[in-house]
């Protein structure tokens, strides 16, 4: 099972920033959060991860609580084309490659 | 952007009927996956490859199912014995291990529809 916890679904105006919360109240020191996405049924995409340190890349910023237990993927100005569902997955340090999907949280961003 | 580039997109095949997808990893990638997503449901492992062997596999990842990279480009998944609980959308992945962490590039995926 998924170590973690989101929202079934969240609506996002266009434009405007999207912040998308996972509950990993049991994560360990040696596991990583992973952001990915999945756009209709397209293959997983993979947009940011974090061990402590709050991250940022081109696509997206992940805030990670300093008790790690929680964090939020910040997408800072929603398109259209980032309707998706966004998988929160918490992975140990060196791991195989095995990801455990949730079910994840439906973004819809409206016009 | 190098990507993962997977084959066919779509196959339709008779229960019972053998089905081999292909994939091609991104060139510089070591690890190699085989995930599934049946309709409407989670993305699922199926099993990691690594160094020409099997890292690691899930449950239903049973004998039906076999692995193979048999050069240096391509990554096939071979089901045996289809049954028409395979219908799924099957999806090729690679990684490069960077510090510790494991970043998975996915094909588009093959659509696989056991009838």
């Known amino acids: 099972d998924a170590k973690t916890t989101q929202p079934p679904s969240m609506d996002c105006a266009e434009g405007r920033a999207a912040n998308l919360p996972c509950n990993h109240s049991t994560i360990s020191g040696n596991e990583y959060v992973y952001w990915y996405r999945q756009i209709h049924s397209q293959g997983p995409q993979y947009i940011i991860h974090?061990?402590?340190n709050n991250e940022t890349n081109e696509m997206a910023s992940l805030i990670i609580t300093e008790d790690r237990k929680s964090s939020t993927l910040i997408l800072p100005h929603a398109t259209l084309r980032d309707t998706a569902v966004y998988y929160c997955i918490v992975t140990p340090l060196g791991n195989t490659g095995k990801l455990i999907f949730g079910q994840g949280t439906t973004l819809q961003v409206k016009p | 952007e190098p990507e993962v580039t997977q084959t066919p997109s779509h196959q339709v095949t008779q229960m019972g009927q053998e089905v081999i997808l292909r994939c091609v990893p991104i060139s510089n990638h070591l690890y190699f996956y085989w995930y599934r997503q049946i309709l409407g449901q989670k993305v699922e492992f199926l099993v990691s490859?690594?160094?020409?062997?099997?890292?690691?596999k899930s449950e239903i990842f049973d004998d039906q199912f076999s692995v193979e990279r048999p050069d240096g480009s391509n990554f096939t998944l071979k089901i045996r014995s289809t049954k028409l609980e395979d219908s799924a959308m099957y999806f090729c992945?690679?990684?490069?291990?960077?510090?510790?962490?494991?970043?998975?590039?996915f094909g588009a995926g093959s659509r696989l529809t056991v009838l």
């Open positions: 974090g061990l402590k």
């Open positions: 490859f690594y160094n020409n062997e099997i890292s690691e």
């Open positions: 992945a690679s990684s490069v291990h960077v510090a510790g962490a494991n970043v998975l590039t």
